[in-house]
């Protein structure tokens, strides 16, 4: 479990995209480290402009992959000073609570801005009631971001797009980005694995030779819209398939060729939104500097 460069480019989109704006709280499912070298978690801090580091707060972290620390650092370089996870080990302060049962305590429901699964709950054997407190924790306009393995994971479950498109449809949350996350095998100069993000689409996965592939992963972050209890999903009456993306909106990319969004076909670029861009952009490096 922890932020890999994966999780970490991901949430770095999501805070330059504004999405993180109003986001000052988070609630993580297991006490999540970074799994990503300091030179190259230096590296993606300043693509997204971001100055306010500082490398002693990453204690552990400077010792990779012997070491690590947790994401709590990372969030308050984002401007999100609450944290909290849970966890039954009690790492880095975590609340002991056993996943699998209901949660229990009123005082934390719709609570947190940003609630997020990062490889815990499938270890929970009741990975249901665990998506369930993840619900109840989330306050309404609040994010829940998840990233799992839809194979050669390492807990009890294996997670399929329709998983998350039909707890989305159940739960009327929005969704805001969907990928798949390849991890080569291939590490960085600096020691970390190599992670991208690509398209939910079947063929593309079924195109990459899987000899240099090390692992795959499926992300989903999704926006509650109410504070309605959390509803199981049923999978007659299919009405995923008209959300169900197999594009994702930005992605944030590390060297050439610099840019973001990558259309799944030429026809699908439109000039007010090539201009739009372009704006965002210029309007992105003058602030920067």
């Known amino acids: 479990m922890g932020l890999g460069m994966g999780a970490i480019k991901m ?3 999501l805070y330059q995209k504004g999405i993180l704006k109003d ?19 230096e590296e993606l801090l300043q693509m997204a402009g971001l100055s306010n580091y500082r490398k002693k707060d990453f204690g552990n972290l400077k010792r990779w992959p012997e070491g690590s620390c947790s994401s709590k650092v990372f969030y308050e370089i ?24 209901p949660w229990e305590d009123k005082s ?3 609570k947190y801005d940003l609630v997020t699964d990062h490889g815990t709950n499938e ?3 009741n990975t249901a009631e665990a998506y369930r407190t993840m619900h109840r924790l989330c306050k309404p306009g609040g994010l829940l971001v998840i990233l799992q393995a839809p194979c050669r994971g390492n807990g009890y479950f294996a997670f399929e797009p329709l998983f998350f498109t039909k707890m989305s449809e159940a739960n009327d949350y929005k969704i805001l980005f969907s990928s798949y996350l390849v991890t080569p095998a291939v590490l ?17 996965i079924d195109a990459l030779d899987w000899s240099k592939v090390s692992h795959l992963g499926i992300a989903y972050v999704m ?20 959300q ?20 799944l076909a030429p026809e699908s670029v439109r000039g007010k939104h090539f201009i739009a861009e372009c704006r965002r952009r210029i309007y992105s490096r003058i602030k920067s500097r």
């Open 11 to 13: 949430t770095l989109e």
């Open 23 to 41: 986001t000052h709280s988070v609630m993580e499912m297991g006490s999540q480290g970074l799994h990503i070298s300091i030179p190259d978690l």
């Open 78 to 101: 984002l401007g999100i000073k609450e944290y909290a996870c849970i966890d039954l080990c009690g790492g880095y302060g975590a609340i002991d609570w056993d996943l699998n049962r």
């Open 108 to 110: 934390y429901e719709n």
């Open 123 to 125: 270890h929970v054997f």
């Open 188 to 204: 960085t100069p600096h020691g970390s694995a190599h992670q991208y993000h690509v398209p939910v689409s079947g063929e593309l």
């Open 223 to 242: 926006q509650k819209q109410s504070k309605a209890d959390f509803r199981y999903p049923k999978q007659e009456n299919d009405l995923s398939k008209s």
């Open 244 to 263: 169900q993306r197999v594009d994702y909106l930005l992605q944030f990319l590390q060297g050439p060729p610099e840019h973001s969004y990558v259309p």
